[in-house]
């Protein structure tokens, strides 16, 4: 039995990369794209992004490196067991996040907005910018040249407008067609991640209770189990392995669906699964639970007044950088100069992407402060 399932992707039924490169030895295509993804510089930037709380807030919660480490880790025990291309699912998930702003949603807000005249801001989008362009490190090529899926994974959302010239991987959102399962899949992994490590790192600071929690269906059936098991387990080993735990149920239940959707769709090839409808689920019960959990954090993590009080500041020191920027672009680093000349507002819009959170606020500084050089 070969490795991977009919309807996988594998290096044989790969669209490719658009240079063409001699085939890897040693290693499959897309273990050299997961290899390119983790020596970039933009993967490096990942360990000083916000996930939601800002990079200096605590040592110990996520930043978006170890959001795409979990969703990689997650999304790779799944391929795993649906003989999906782990090497690809796990290319995806790593590089997913490439393109974030600092400050998280708020920056990419902020940055969207500045764009607004400029044709706007996206996240998705810059992550395959990211890979295909920005991205200096090669003698041969702009960009990373990755295999076209994983590519197309990346791209997980993406406006029509965009899509109309963005060429092969903008295509599927014009004929709405489904990208590869591993696509799915690491996209289905960075809510089960994001999700769960939300209600921890929500926890561990404090923003979030554990009485309101009880009152969201999937943490407190978790819970109860996990205190039925051990009355007097300590409040820290109590909130792990409740999240241990709901982790382990989504993943069981996103695998056991799939597989049923995936036999019901009698799959034979590649191509089936662009022309079906999305096949990596939830099944109906565990999905409106998610809904439940993602709309209770969305209220009262991500809205909560201390997050919203660093969103905030997080907007003006972006907004305050682009508009500085703009008006003279001598102010960026010399290798941005020339760019500059061509479109300075995608230009600025690069350099205050790639920025940490902390580089941009030191960047803040060093061109508002009049104290500081
Ligand atoms: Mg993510």
């Not at 990942?46 to 930043?63: A, I, W």
């Not at 490439?98 to 996240?123: N, V």
């Not at 972006?318 to 001598?330: K, R, Y």
Request: include cysteine; glycine fraction near 4%; charge should be neutral.
């Amino acid at each position: 039995m070969s490795e991977f399932a009919p309807y996988a992707i594998n290096p044989g039924n790969s669209r490719g990369r658009a240079r063409r490169e001699p085939a890897p030895v040693g290693r499959s295509e897309f273990q050299r794209d997961r290899d390119r993804i983790i020596h970039s510089t933009a993967f490096r930037r990942l360990e000083y992004k916000t996930q939601v709380f800002v990079n200096h807030e605590g040592d110990l919660f996520r930043t978006r490196l170890t959001h795409s480490l979990e969703v990689a880790q997650i999304a790779r025990s799944i391929a795993r067991n649906l003989r999906l291309n782990e090497d690809l699912v796990e290319a995806i998930s790593l590089a997913h996040d490439l393109g974030h702003t600092p400050f998280g949603h708020a920056g990419q807000d902020a940055l969207h907005q500045c764009m607004k005249a400029h044709g706007g801001f996206e996240h998705n989008l810059q992550s395959l910018r990211v890979v295909d362009l920005l991205e200096q490190r090669y003698a041969a090529f702009d960009g990373l040249n990755l295999c076209f899926e994983t590519r197309e994974g990346i791209l997980k959302h993406c406006a029509l407008k965009n899509a109309r010239v963005l060429g092969d991987v903008g295509e599927r959102f014009i004929k709405r067609r489904r990208p590869s399962l591993e696509a799915q899949l690491a996209n289905v992994a960075d809510e089960i991640a994001y999700n769960n490590h939300d209600v921890d790192d929500g926890l561990r600071s404090g923003l979030l209770t554990l009485e309101q929690l009880e009152g969201v269906a999937i943490f407190a059936r978790h819970i109860k189990e996990v205190l039925q098991e051990h009355p007097k387990i300590d409040p820290r080993r109590l909130i792990h392995e409740t999240v241990r735990r709901m982790i382990g149920t989504l993943v069981m239940d996103l695998t056991r669906e799939s597989a049923r959707n995936i036999e019901a769709n009698n799959l034979r090839t590649v191509d089936d699964v662009r022309s079906a409808l999305p096949l990596i689920a939830f099944s109906p019960a565990v999905r409106r639970e998610q809904q439940e959990l993602k709309k209770f954090l969305s209220v009262n993590l991500y809205r909560h007044h201390q997050v919203a009080r660093m969103t905030n500041k997080a907007r003006r020191i972006v907004h305050d950088l682009f508009e500085a920027f703009l008006d003279e672009p001598q102010l960026m680093p010399p290798q941005y100069h020339a760019a500059a000349t061509a479109d300075s507002a995608r230009t600025v819009a690069d350099y205050i992407a790639g920025m940490t959170d902390r580089y941009a606020i030191r960047e803040y500084r060093r061109l508002f402060a009049v104290d500081e050089i």
